[in-house]
């Protein structure tokens, strides 16, 4: 098993730029690959990106591509996601969560989350 918990969440204006951080428990951390997920109020959880055990692979929502940036430091248990030129429709609370599986967009091969953090962009 594995425990996440994100961080890193809060209130930006339009334009600005912000980086979640998502640190997982245990020592095998490099086998899961690792995802984040977001929902808006009314809205269900939509994929943001992923990332593969090793970070070879990611990928992007069309929504985000290009302005977000997922990486992950096998080293420090940790994954992250770098947010630029934020729009208010990016407030949600983002989840990051993990899986065992090849890396995928689909959130129900998750089976670890995290309890999610809030990001507000104000416009």
């Known amino acids: 098993q594995v425990q996440l918990v994100e961080s890193g969440g809060g209130l930006v204006q339009a334009g600005g730029s912000l980086r979640l951080s998502c640190a997982a428990s245990?020592?095998?951390?490099?086998?899961?690959?690792m995802g984040w997920f977001r929902q808006a109020p009314g809205k269900e959880r939509e994929f943001v990106a992923a990332i593969a055990q090793n970070g070879a692979s990611t990928f992007y929502a069309d929504s985000v591509k290009g302005r977000f940036t997922i990486s992950r430091d096998n080293a420090k248990n940790t994954v992250y996601l770098q947010m630029n030129s934020l729009k208010p429709e990016d407030t949600a609370v983002y989840y990051c969560a993990a899986t065992v599986d090849v890396v995928t967009t689909r959130p129900h091969t998750y089976a670890y989350w995290g309890q999610g953090t809030q990001l507000t962009v104000s416009s």
């Open positions: 245990g020592r095998t951390f490099s086998r899961y690959a």
